[in-house]
Each structure stands twice: as structure tokens, then as C-alpha cells.
């Protein structure tokens, strides 16, 4: 099975502040990674996919990259609408898993 | 409205059979392999199994082989997880999912989800 590691777990930011979440997999996965979010009580949000991808409809500050094993979402300038739980998920084969999750708090 | 309405979730005992349902709207449910998710609470996403346009192919966690089903209706534009012999490792939020990206895809469209206890 392919493992996900997160890191960091929980991160403090402000508002306006860079950020960067890491996802690293075991083996390689080229690029095929998907990137959510999730607020409390609600479903996850799909943010990028094929690693890179942008979703439609979700704002430009929110990017991707990597391949292989490392991978990165950054948010470009942080906004209140940000402070979430961001979750990382392979999809190169079966059994598909998702990263144990960073969540990003108001500093 | 595009969307996934998850039902069926309740307080169950140790070793219960619940079936949980997702209804589907707004897209052609048909042409989509279509997935369920779950999260216990405090914890994060684990992908428990999926299931291909027609049905004829399905993939599951290993802690659930045995225990879950995963089947659809088309012509209902729904899907469905049996579940039995529910341990108490089995309480989470289910969430229904649509994949995309072919058939070990990633989530493009989720239900609100339905909670799943299992106490006695």
C-alpha cells in the first residue's frame, strides 16, 4: 500500500501570510495526487488534482506541484476563508489514501 | 443542482447490518465510477470502496472486504453501502463521492455525508 505523510500536521498563519503544506508518498505516484480542503462539519472541497490542477472555480492563490514522491500545495496570500483542514489523496492504484491531514490555524 | 444526498446512518450495535444510500442528481450518474468515503470522528479521510459505471467492478479497503458491499441503481440514480458485522472501529461520517480521473480518481463532487455509530 501507498502511504501518505503530511507534514506539517498544524500550522499557525495570519492572514496574508505564504503557506506550504507537504505531502510525500512512499513510492512513486508521477502525478497522480489530488489536493482538498475541509472546514468543521462539512465534506472535503476538491482543490487540485493531477497534482497541478486547478479546480474550477477555486481561487488562483491555491496551487500545486511536484511529482514522483514530494509533493506541495501553497497558498499565495492566506484569507480567512482559508483557515481549514487541507488533506492530500493518491489515486495511482488501489488502495487509494489520503494524507492524515494539515490544519491551518489563525496565529 | 449537482448533487449527492447520503441517508441510512443511525446508532447501530456491534455486528448490525445498516445499508446506507446515496442519491444522486443534476449529472448523468451512469457515466461516472462512484465512491464512499469515510471519517471517524476527529480523524481523517479513509477510502473504503468504489464501484465502476456498471456495476460489474468493485474495490474495497482491506478492513472492510467481507463486511461492506458496494453496489448501484442507474435507473435509481443511486448507490449503496451493506454493511455488516459493524465493529465499533466502523463509527465515522460516510460520505458518499463522485470520482473523476477514471477509476482510481480523485473526488470531484461529495454528499454532506451520514454518521454511522456502532455502540451498544
Known amino acids: 500500500d501507498i502511504q501518505m505523510t503530511q507534514s506539517p500536521s498544524t500550522l499557525s498563519a495570519s492572514v496574508g501570510d505564504r503557506v506550504t503544506i507537504t505531502c510525500r508518498a512512499s513510492?512513486?505516484?508521477?502525478?497522480?495526487l489530488a489536493w482538498y480542503q475541509q472546514k468543521p462539519g462539512k465534506a472535503p472541497k476538491l482543490l487540485i488534482y493531477k497534482a497541478s490542477s486547478l479546480e474550477s472555480g477555486v481561487p488562483s492563490r491555491f496551487s500545486g506541484s511536484g511529482s514522483g514522491t514530494e509533493f506541495t500545495l501553497t497558498i499565495s496570500s492566506l484569507q480567512p476563508d482559508d483557515f481549514a483542514t487541507y488533506y492530500c489523496?493518491?489515486?495511482?492504484?488501489?488502495?487509494?489514501?489520503f494524507g492524515g491531514g494539515t490544519k491551518v490555524e489563525i496565529k | 443542482e449537482v448533487q449527492l444526498v447520503e441517508s441510512g446512518g443511525d446508532l447501530v450495535q456491534p455486528g448490525g447490518s445498516p445499508r446506507l444510500s446515496c442519491a444522486a442528481s443534476g449529472f448523468t450518474f451512469s457515466n461516472y465510477w462512484m465512491s464512499w468515503v469515510r471519517q471517524a470522528p476527529g480523524k481523517g479521510l479513509e477510502w473504503v470502496a468504489n464501484i465502476n459505471q456498471d456495476g460489474s467492478a468493485k474495490y474495497y479497503v482491506d478492513s472492510v472486504k467481507g463486511r461492506f458491499t458496494i453496489s448501484r441503481d442507474n435507473f435509481k440514480n443511486s448507490q449503496y453501502l451493506q454493511m455488516s458485522s459493524l465493529r465499533a472501529e466502523d463509527t465515522a461520517v460516510y460520505y458518499c463521492?463522485?470520482?473523476?480521473?477514471?477509476?482510481?480518481?480523485?473526488?470531484?463532487?461529495w454528499g454532506r455525508g451520514t454518521l454511522v455509530t456502532v455502540s451498544s
Open positions: 489523496q493518491h489515486y495511482n492504484s488501489y488502495p487509494l489514501t
Open positions: 513510492q512513486s505516484i508521477s502525478t497522480w
Open positions: 463521492a463522485r470520482v473523476d480521473g477514471g477509476d482510481s480518481g480523485f473526488y470531484d463532487l
